[in-house]
Each structure stands twice: as structure tokens, then as C-alpha cells.
């Protein structure tokens, strides 16, 4: 063989390894450069130093890991670790490995119709969340994830251009989802994505939380696939007291679960955010009227505001959302004696009124006030301590309708002439669903006199004298505990008779509290039957004869109530025997 040949050979040996030694160090090169760039995106997030290497070894090979609380998606919260977004596809991802977990399991049950809702308004299809399944093997083939260090709420503004739902669907959830989860806490990261700008409330929502809120279309400059290390995902509905009619006409829930007790602790937060001392209080008592200044108008709001002043001897204020901003509205709302309204969102602001206050609603003509209560039933939750009163307009002559305006603000000139003629002649709404009704639209932008006497007559029914708030402690309902030691004992009055004689100690707690009036309740069912005697006593002790036979088991249950309808939990069943 030719030596310049082998020569040749082993150079090229030689140089094939070196060139591709140096391939290698320079896709080496190039991937620790993509790290400390996908590390420094990461730390652009947020301050909390990450291992980006160590970070998406644990994704490949851990996976993600999902435990949820709750039973239905309408109840469901899910803590997630290594969920991941991608902000091509606009879809969560669940990467799928060995050691992953997912909790509850449902298989396709998670499509009917989702796994959770991500907003407080339950059960609404456009506010439901899932995920797509991959494997973690899957990465390989994928942009490099940029990892969210913060841990992160993820949820669905429902409506933030509209305070009411702002404050009922979003702020007070958001705050108690977040009490009920440790971490998340003032330095945990808020990410909405219903796809919503950021809106004219957006400010609220930085009161959350230390750190700026994250929505859906910013997430596109982070990178493609962006992995949150831990993500809460879900809010809870136990705030929320108003349905809105998307199944059945609007009202209240069913089961409301908030007191005025909890509201108003929310917006003892608010106000510490808002920089507003809860210690300012004015020495001059005064009334606000909120004044709309674009539709639903008080048309004659001056003569409005000098009858209220002169009828209270009171200062009378107007405050808008236009010419006010939130923190002066707060401040003055949380001293007024009284707050005068139109129905509308900006009611909700009422929350921060102190106890004792007066709210009244203002209805405009063949508005029931009976159908729409989202600020009634605020105002009479027990520990708002708020006194409500609604007045409607009853005289067509006094409203300015626009039936030419578009029809998104209460025009109907889009309808026939049939309907449009129905519309006009009608004395009241029909109760309908939400949203687009036209006859409600044509109601509720519609612009009012009031008449004042007739107003100033509807307040005088409810505040008899000057109106003033009251600086009272907590004055929510305590309920008793059971009743202990309890105890029978049967005697027997021949072959046909008998006597059964029972006694208790009082409640635990009841030497503790003061309260008016203390009843016993006592169920006896014979052992075997379905129906039982009921007993309304006052004493701890009492001798039943009244249908009880010798020779016989009786099974006993006792419970406290105080002042009438507090009513404790029933004592353990007695067994007694004849």
C-alpha cells in the first residue's frame, strides 16, 4: 500500500474526528447559550433564581403532576406542578411520564364537559379549561419550555370592563382562593387568560398581588412553550352570591355561602392597598349620590341632590366613575350615610359602605325591582349590616327612551314594527335570560326623572330619622354546641305504662355567651318506625309519658337552640329501653 496513501487516510481520520469534536463543542456551545437565554427569560419573570438544566431534566423526567380538590368541574381547584402553555397552539399541556400524577383520574369523563371552570360564574362554556396529553419523551421534538418560577394563579377574568362583575367575579374569589392556599401569597403571580385587554379596572387587579398580572397575549413574548413550576389553576366560588341567568332568569344562588363578615374583610384588604385608613372617618355625616354621566341618567340629579340635602339636613355629594378616581370613591363611599344609585355596576361599590348605612337603588320605568337584586341581596347578607331600599319609576312620562340607538344599548329600531310597538306599550320586563333581551336593553338604558317626593316618601318607610352609620363590633350569629351528658332512664307504671325520663347538661360554650332565650328540641322515635314525636322544652330535664309502652326501645335526639332559630347539632343518639 502506498504510504502517501495511508498518510492521507489518517489525516482525514484525524481531521473527520477533530471537526467533529468540534461539532460537538459547538452544539454544546449553542445549547448552554439557549439555556442561559431560555434562564434569563425565566428571571425576566421573575427574581427567583432557577437551574434551568435541573428544571427540564425534573419535566422529562417527572412529567407533570396534577392533584385537584372538589368532586365536579363546577367545585374543582387543581394544583399543578410542571403544567406547561403553548403560545403557538394556545393550550395547556400535560406531559405524561412514569412518575407522573393526576388526581382525579377521569379519562374522556374530563371532556363533559371540562375539568374545571376558570372562572367564578359557574358551569359557563366559554369560561372552561382543559388540557392536551403528551408524552415527556415528546420535549425532545419541541421549542425549549421557558420555566415561570413564580408559583401562579391561573383563572378567567369573566367581564372586566363592568365593576360589578369585576368585584363579584373575579377580585372577591380571586382573595379567597388565594386565603385558602398558603402559597399563594402576596408574591405569587396572577395570569389571566380569557384573552380581555387589560381594561379600565385593570389597577384592581394589581392589589392582589406584589406582582404585575400576566394576560394570555403577553404570554407570546415569554417564548413558545412557557412550563409554570407550580400553577394553582381555578377559582373558588364561595364569595359569590348572584346568578346571572344564563339557565334561568337572574337571582340570587341558591345556596349562598358568604356573610358580610368575610366581604368585609375583603374590603378592609382593599382599602389597606388602596392606601385608605381605616381610621379616616369624617366628622360630617353626608349622602352620596352616584351620578352615571353616559346612559341611564338621573335627569334631574341637581333638583335630586338639594331635596336629599334639605329632607336629611344632611351634605349631599355626587361621585362618577368618569370624573372620580377608585381610591376617592372608596374614601368617600366607606363614610356615607347614605349611597343613591340607578341600577348599575357601579352599585357594587356599596360593599364599602360602613354598617348602619342606607343604599338606594333607583329603577327606571317597567324595571321590576323584584328581578334584578345583585346589590339588594349584597346589602341584606347577614354581617353587611346595610339597610336597602329600591324605588321605581311608575310614570311613562318620565323617561327618555332610544329606540334608534344600536341595539347593544337599548335600541329596537333592528326589530319589526310589531315588536317595536309590543316594546313600547309594555308597563314591565318579562323575566328573561341574559343578555340580549331587547326589551330589557330598551328598559335599562332608557334615561329617568325622578320624582322626588315619591322617592323621599319610599326612604322615610325605611329611615325614620336622620340616616348615620354605625361603628359597631362584629355582630354575626354564634350557634350553640351540643348539648352533653345526656341520659334516660324508663320506669314502668303497670303492664300498659310507662315513663321515660331524660336530662342534659347545657352546651359548652353556652356559659360563654349572652343570649336571649335558649330552647331544647328533643326527637323520640320508637325503635323500628319511621316517624318520631317532637319536643319544644326549656328546662334540661323532662318526664315523657305520652305514648311511651312498656318493654319498648326508644331511640332519643337532643339539640340546643338559641333565640329561636340558631339551631346547634344534635347531641350522639340515646338508646333507651322501658
Not at 431560555?38 to 437551574?51: K, N, P, Y
Not at 428544571?55 to 407533570?64: F, I, K, R, S, W
Not at 341618567?297 to 349631599?316: G, P, V
Not at 323500628?528 to 331511640?555: A, D
Amino acid at each position: 500500500m502506498n504510504i502517501a496513501a495511508v498518510f492521507n487516510a489518517l489525516l482525514v481520520s484525524v481531521l473527520a474526528a477533530v471537526l467533529w469534536k468540534y461539532i460537538r463543542l459547538r452544539e454544546h456551545a449553542f445549547m448552554v447559550e439557549e439555556e442561559l437565554v431560555l434562564t434569563r427569560q425565566s428571571q425576566e419573570l421573575s427574581q427567583v433564581q432557577i437551574d434551568y438544566h435541573a428544571a427540564l431534566q425534573a419535566l422529562v423526567e417527572d412529567g407533570t403532576r396534577m392533584v385537584c380538590t372538589g368532586r365536579m368541574h363546577t367545585d374543582r381547584i387543581c394544583l399543578f406542578e410542571s403544567l406547561c402553555y403553548s403560545t403557538e397552539a394556545e393550550e395547556f399541556v400535560y406531559f405524561h411520564s412514569n412518575a407522573s400524577v393526576m388526581l382525579p383520574n377521569l379519562g374522556s369523563r374530563r371532556f363533559q364537559p371540562a375539568l374545571l371552570d376558570l372562572s367564578s360564574v359557574e358551569d359557563h362554556n366559554t369560561q372552561y379549561f382543559n388540557f392536551v396529553e403528551l408524552p415527556a419523551a415528546a420535549l425532545k421534538f419541541m421549542p425549549k419550555p421557558v420555566f415561570v418560577p413564580d408559583v401562579a394563579l391561573i383563572a378567567n377574568r369573566f367581564n372586566p370592563d363592568n365593576l360589578m362583575h369585576v368585584f363579584h367575579d373575579d377580585l372577591l374569589p380571586i382573595y379567597y382562593t388565594m386565603q385558602q392556599f398558603s402559597d399563594l401569597d402576596q408574591e405569587a403571580r396572577l395570569f389571566f387568560m380569557e384573552g380581555w385587554s387589560e381594561g379600565v379596572h385593570f389597577d384592581l387587579y394589581k392589589l392582589l398581588s406584589n406582582k404585575q398580572p400576566l394576560l394570555r397575549e403577553q404570554l407570546k413574548t415569554l417564548g413558545r412553550l412557557l412550563c409554570f413550576t407550580k400553577s394553582y389553576v381555578g377559582l373558588s366560588k364561595i364569595t359569590t352570591w348572584y346568578q346571572y341567568g344564563f339557565v334561568q332568569p337572574q337571582g340570587p344562588k341558591a345556596n349562598i355561602l358568604v356573610s358580610g363578615n368575610e366581604i368585609r374583610q375583603f374590603t378592609k384588604f382593599m382599602m389597606q392597598k388602596l392606601n385608605i385608613s381605616l381610621e379616616e372617618s369624617s366628622s360630617e355625616e353626608y349622602i352620596v349620590v352616584f351620578s352615571r354621566t353616559i346612559n341611564r341618567l338621573i335627569l334631574n340629579e341637581a333638583e335630586l341632590i338639594l331635596a336629599l340635602a334639605q329632607e336629611f339636613q344632611m351634605k349631599t355629594i355626587t361621585i362618577s366613575l368618569e370624573e372620580h378616581s377608585f381610591s376617592d370613591i372608596v374614601r368617600l363611599i366607606s363614610n356615607a350615610s347614605m349611597l343613591v344609585s340607578m341600577h348599575g355596576a357601579q352599585l357594587v361599590t356599596s360593599l364599602f359602605l360602613p354598617r348602619g348605612a342606607t343604599v338606594v337603588e333607583l329603577f327606571p320605568y317597567a324595571i321590576n325591582p323584584e328581578h334584578y337584586t345583585p346589590y339588594k341581596t349584597l346589602a341584606t347578607l347577614p354581617g353587611m349590616d346595610l339597610q336597602y331600599i329600591a324605588w321605581q319609576n311608575t310614570d311613562r312620562e318620565d323617561t327618555i327612551t332610544y329606540p334608534d340607538r344600536p341595539w347593544d344599548q337599548g335600541g329596537i329600531a333592528h326589530l319589526d314594527k310589531a315588536e317595536q310597538e309590543r316594546i313600547i306599550k309594555s308597563t314591565e320586563v318579562p323575566r328573561h335570560l341574559c343578555c340580549r333581551n331587547p326589551e330589557w336593553l330598551f328598559r335599562a338604558y332608557q334615561d329617568t326623572k325622578v320624582n322626588i317626593p315619591s322617592l323621599i316618601h319610599v326612604i322615610r318607610q325605611t329611615v325614620k330619622s336622620k340616616p348615620r352609620p354605625k361603628r359597631q363590633k362584629w355582630s354575626g350569629s354564634l350557634y350553640p354546641g351540643k348539648v352533653r351528658d345526656a341520659k334516660c332512664q324508663a320506669s314502668i307504671q303497670g303492664t300498659s305504662e310507662a315513663k321515660l325520663a331524660v336530662s342534659w347538661q347545657i352546651p359548652w360554650n353556652l356559659k360563654y355567651l349572652k343570649v336571649r332565650e335558649v330552647k331544647y328540641e328533643v326527637w323520640i322515635q320508637e325503635q323500628g318506625e319511621n316517624t318520631y314525636m317532637p319536643y319544644i322544652l326549656s328546662h334540661q330535664n323532662h318526664t315523657f309519658s305520652e305514648n311511651i309502652k312498656p318493654f319498648t326501645i326508644y331511640l332519643v335526639w337532643i339539640r340546643c337552640i338559641f333565640n329561636k332559630n340558631l339551631l346547634g347539632p344534635f347531641a350522639d343518639v340515646l338508646l333507651c329501653s322501658t
